[in-house]
């Protein structure tokens, strides 16, 4: 759906954005290593800054240079991924927002900024939105992925929210989807249905491609909660897939206006 005239930016920012996430993440590099990998990244973000075009990064230099890209969100990114090395656990919400907002939000911010929607977007009410949509989704990815971040050695769900609903690491470890833990991620869900829902608003001002794009994101994300809430939270089995059925009610809530869900939502 990504007009022809955009398409070499939004790759570029999902090559980088996946690139450093896989340096993080993948491979049997140490925690040295990996650092280490991170801030050349970070140093070819320098050159670019300075009018160079980094080999690795020539891409995002041309994108950078043709959209007017601000710096700051992959720095942003950069930040987050960085994290992921050496933080495993999350003490509470507001410390899971905070790598949200530099692991998350630039995505939005650069999407809007590729379009050349600054005018429109750089009102506080619709960056907030943005973030709001960009939070949702990442929380939503950390929900349906549960397991294979814990055998990863992370767990994102806040220790707050374990502790809140009497949920133990042990229980994560052996994949078991009683009581207490369904409550905690239908708690969870709700948390970020209600923040896609918060970001809805966004959809309204944005010249109409790109409101179709982000509707079929939020029903996207919408989705998949459903779906979560439909093994009643058990993430432990088989990876959670959209089906082709999936994606034709994903297709009908993104163009068919609905009202607000009427599920409780938790702060």
Known sequence: MVPARYRGAIVAIYRFARAADDIADEGDCDVPARLAALETCGA????????????????????????????????????????????????????????????????????????????????????????????????????????????????????????????????????RADEKWRALLAFETARARALLEAGQPLTHVLPLRLALELKGIIAGGLRVLDRIDARKGDVFGAPLRLTAHDWVAVAFRALVPRRASSRPASA
């Not at 240079?65 to 933080?87: I, M, N, W, Y």
Request: glycine fraction near 4%; charge should be negative; hydrophobic fraction near 45%.
């Open 44 to 175: 070819a973000l320098d050159a670019i800054e300075h009018g160079d075009t980094p080999t690795q990064l020539a891409d995002l230099a041309l994108a950078v240079r043709a959209h007017a890209l601000p710096l700051a969100p992959f720095r942003d990114l950069l930040s987050a991924f960085t994290q992921d090395v050496t933080v495993k656990r999350y003490a509470t919400f507001a410390d899971l927002q905070d790598y949200c907002r530099r692991s998350a939000s630039p995505i939005g911010r650069l999407v809007l900024a590729v379009y050349g929607v600054q005018a429109i977007a750089q009102s506080p009410a619709n960056f907030a939105a943005s973030d709001a949509i960009c939070t949702a989704l990442q929380l939503t990815n950390f929900w349906q992925d549960v397991a294979a971040d814990y055998r990863r050695g992370r767990i994102y769900v806040p220790q707050e929210d374990l502790a809140r609903f009497d949920v133990t690491e042990s229980q994560i470890a052996d994949g």
